[in-house]
C-alpha cells in the first residue's frame, strides 16, 4: 500500500506550482493513500484535487514554519519528501547588485533570511514528521532545496550579485551540514541542493535576455526533470549538489 506524504514549499512559484500540479496529476491513479501538502504564502490558490492540503507558511517567520508543521500533523503523522522552492533574487525596491557599491544592509539580511536561514528552520520543526516516514537505503526519505549554480564559490567567473550569490553559498553550506548531521542522527534521509536551470519564472524574468537559445526552460520541465533526478537518489547521495540532469556542480 502506498502511503507517500509529499510537502513543497513554496508551492505558487513557478517551479514548485509546477511540481505539485505534477505530483497530484501523477499519483491521482496510485493505490494507496497518498498525500500533496504545498503551502503558499499570502491567497489560497485556486488550484484544487482530492489529495492536496493547501497551508499558509510564511518561510521568514519561524513561528509560521512551526504551525505549518502542527497542520499537517493533524493530517498525517509523517512526510516522505520535502522540496524547498522559495528563493529570492531581487524584490520592487532591490535588484542583485553590480558592484560592491550597491549593496545594501536590508536586502542582504533579506536574502541571507529566505535562501539560507529558512531552510534549516524547515529542517529544524520537521525533522519529527520526516523520522516517522517508512525509508531505506535505495528509497530514502528527501530532503531538497532549490539553490543556484551561482552559489557555487569555485564556478564563479563574472562576480556581482553579492547577496544572491552569497546568500546561496550560505544555503550549500547549511544543506551539507545538515546531510553530515542528520547522516549519523536520522538514517536513509537524503539531504539534496538543486539547481533547476534557467527557469521562465517571476524570479528570472529581468534578466532573461541574456540567456542562450535552448536554454530557458519551462517551469513544468524543470520541475519534472528535478522530480525525476529525486526519484533516483540513495542515501548515498545525501550531501551533493546537482543541477536538473543530475550531474554534480562544484561547491
Known amino acids: 500500500m502506498n502511503n507517500k506524504t509529499y510537502l513543497i514549499i513554496g508551492g505558487t512559484g513557478g517551479i514548485g506550482q509546477a511540481m505539485v500540479e505534477q505530483l497530484v496529476e501523477s499519483t491521482a491513479n496510485e493505490q494507496g493513500n497518498i498525500c500533496v501538502f504545498a503551502t503558499y504564502h499570502r491567497s489560497v490558490p485556486d488550484f484544487e484535487a482530492d489529495n492536496l492540503h493547501w497551508l499558509q507558511m510564511d ?20 512526510l516522505d519528501w520535502i522540496i524547498n522552492c522559495v528563493g529570492l533574487l531581487h524584490t520592487e525596491q532591490s535588484q542583485p547588485e553590480k558592484a560592491l557599491g550597491q549593496v545594501e544592509t536590508e536586502f542582504f539580511l533579506r536574502s541571507m533570511q529566505i535562501n539560507a536561514l529558512a531552510g534549516l528552520l524547515i529542517a529544524k520543526h520537521l525533522r519529527p514528521l520526516l523520522a516517522k516516514s517508512m525509508r531505506s537505503t535505495d ?29 546561496k553559498a550560505a544555503l550549500n553550506m547549511g544543506m551539507k551540514n545538515l546531510s553530515i548531521e542528520w547522516g549519523r542522527a536520522l538514517k536513509d534521509v537524503c539531504v539534496v541542493v538543486m539547481q533547476p536551470g534557467t ?9 532573461q535576455s541574456n540567456v542562450a537559445d535552448g536554454h530557458l526552460f519551462s517551469p513544468a520541465y524543470s ?3 528535478l522530480l525525476g533526478v529525486l526519484a533516483s537518489m540513495t542515501t548515498a ?10 550531474e554534480s556542480i562544484p561547491w
Open 237 to 246: 547521495q545525501s550531501g551533493s549538489f546537482v543541477d536538473w540532469a543530475g
Open 199 to 207: 527557469v521562465n519564472t517571476q524570479l528570472s524574468a529581468p534578466f
Open 139 to 167: 528509497k530514502p526519505a528527501i530532503f531538497a532545496t532549490i539553490s543556484a549554480r551561482v552559489g557555487s564559490i569555485s564556478d564563479n567567473k563574472l562576480g556581482g550579485w553579492y547577496s544572491y550569490r552569497m546568500s
Open 59 to 78: 518561510v521568514s517567520d519561524e513561528d509560521s514554519i512551526k504551525q505549518g508543521a502542527g497542520a499537517i500533523k493533524q493530517h498525517r503523522n509523517h
Open 223 to 225: 520541475a519534472e526533470c
